[in-house]
T-cell receptor, first 114, second 111 residues
Framework: GAGVSQSPRYKVTKRGQDVALRCDPISGHVSLYWYRQALGQGPEFLTYFNYEAQQDKSGLPNDRFSAERPEGSISTLTIQRTEQRDSAMYRC????????????FGQGTRLTVV | SQQGEEDPQALSIQEGENATMNCSYKTSINNLQWYRQNSGRGLVHLILIRSNEREKHSGRLRVTLDTSKKSSSLLITASRAADTASYFCATARETGNQFYFGTGTSLTVIP
């Protein structure tokens, strides 16, 4: 596609439910990144992929968070048993050249856990 | 975790003036990028500077990089009200491809 697409744009879920956030990167982009951004803060790194391989997941807060990119294109970030502290903007980005080039961000998914 | 730290945290200037923002970081880097974010909306890539470069220009933007001081600056010349936004630096380490954002500078340009 023309840009990085994330869905849904907004998600309200009840505490304890699982959620899946989707990211469709720019066609042909090798690297895909997930970030989380709290209001008034800079984006916080969560995890990234080169093709289908998850290269670093050190930023995932705990084992309730997981991500996959099975065919090297679309990625899903899953949060199990959501908690109120998971409420944030989740942002996805993609880039060419395995991270050595500029990254382009999607519009984000605003997650609210009630 | 956050890698960079922007300074100042907030900056308010008159339209037409220049705005300078600084970014300091801790570890050796492969490249450094600057992003703009309007009022909690999407992040827009502005410019990327590699560790072997010292200065880059793009339109009204000028970025410098001093790897010996582990710092970078973003200069916006002849500012406009539309430049009002938060500006973030993001550093990519020498190893690994992930990049880490700083805390951001909130710029307000008064018409």
């Amino acid at each position: 596609g023309a840009g990085v697409s994330q869905s849904p744009r907004y998600k309200v879920t009840k505490r304890g439910q699982d959620v899946a956030l989707r990211c469709d990167p720019i066609s042909g982009h090798v690297s895909l990144y997930w970030y989380r951004q709290a209001l008034g803060q800079g984006p916080e790194f969560l995890t990234y992929f080169n093709y289908e391989a998850q290269q670093d997941k050190s930023g995932l807060p705990n084992d309730r968070f997981s991500a996959e990119r099975p065919e090297g294109s679309i990625s899903t970030l899953t949060i199990q048993r959501t908690e109120q502290r998971d409420s944030a903007m989740y942002r996805c980005a993609s880039s060419t050249r395995q991270g050595r080039a500029e990254a382009f961000f999607g519009q984000g998914t605003r997650l609210t856990v009630v | 975790s956050q890698q960079g730290e922007e300074d100042p945290q907030a900056l308010s200037i008159q339209e037409g003036e220049n705005a300078t923002m600084n970014c300091s970081y801790k570890t050796s880097i492969n490249n450094l990028q600057w992003y703009r974010q309007n009022s909690g909306r999407g992040l827009v890539h502005l410019i990327l500077i590699r560790s072997n470069e010292r200065e880059k220009h793009s339109g009204r933007l000028r970025v410098t990089l001093d790897t010996s001081k582990k710092s970078s600056s973003l200069l916006i010349t002849a500012s406009r009200a539309a430049d009002t936004a938060s500006y973030f630096c993001a550093t990519a380490r020498e190893t690994g491809n992930q990049f880490y954002f700083g805390t951001g500078t909130s710029l307000t340009v008064i018409p």
